[in-house]
């Protein structure tokens, strides 16, 4: 199948434990597009894991680094619309969108933004079954601080999926649809 007439570039977001990654890479192999995820991007960049960037320089330290990696990111130039290489799909870190800058950048690139959800009990149930590595995981109260904070934010993504009780390929696949559909139907 081709996909033409959208961009070739899709944002995932959402919550910790959302699945953006696993969903994200799903997606691409589907779209035979190119997956990034963003943590995964700055930890190959910085040579440290983002608990560990946590740990040396905070909240603030790793923002600036995820703001980076994003601009470098999306700084290639977009294939056109209408050509048939390769897109991309970028699953971006549960903050990134809260970050007005990053939401900037995201506007300017022209993407398609996919947000992924899942109740909380859900998302605090993932974390933990993955080992409680994330940061902002780690306390129950700030992750539900940080859940209401953010809902209103996430609120602003065009398109969304609620990721709950499918595999991942389900979940892909509907995305997929979503993709197709907002250019219009398949081509
Ligand atoms: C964060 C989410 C994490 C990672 C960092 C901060 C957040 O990514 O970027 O720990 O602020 O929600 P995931 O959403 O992939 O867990």
Not at 34 to 62: N, S, W
């Amino acid at each position: 199948m081709t996909h033409k007439g959208f961009t070739r570039r899709v944002f995932l977001i959402g919550f910790m434990g959302a699945g953006k990654t696993s969903v994200g890479r799903a997606l691409a192999r589907r779209l035979r597009w190119t997956f990034y995820d963003l943590d995964e991007l700055i930890e190959q960049e910085q040579g440290a894991t983002v608990p560990q960037i946590f740990a040396k320089g905070g909240e603030t330290a790793f923002r600036m680094l995820e703001a980076t990696a994003l601009r470098n990111l999306l700084d290639r130039p977009a294939p056109p619309a209408t050509e048939d290489g390769p897109g991309l799909v970028v699953a971006l870190g549960g903050g990134a969108f809260a970050q007005p800058e990053n939401r900037e950048t995201l506007n300017a690139s022209g993407g398609l933004i996919v947000l992924l959800e899942a109740p909380i009990e859900e998302l605090r149930r993932r974390c933990r079954s993955e080992g409680d590595t994330r940061p902002l995981a780690a306390d129950p109260d700030r992750f539900a601080e940080l859940y209401s904070a953010r809902r209103s934010v996430y609120e602003l993504a065009p398109l969304r999926i609620q990721n709950v009780n499918k595999t991942v390929e389900q979940a892909a696949a509907e995305i997929e649809d979503l993709i197709v559909a907002s250019a219009g139907g398949k081509q």
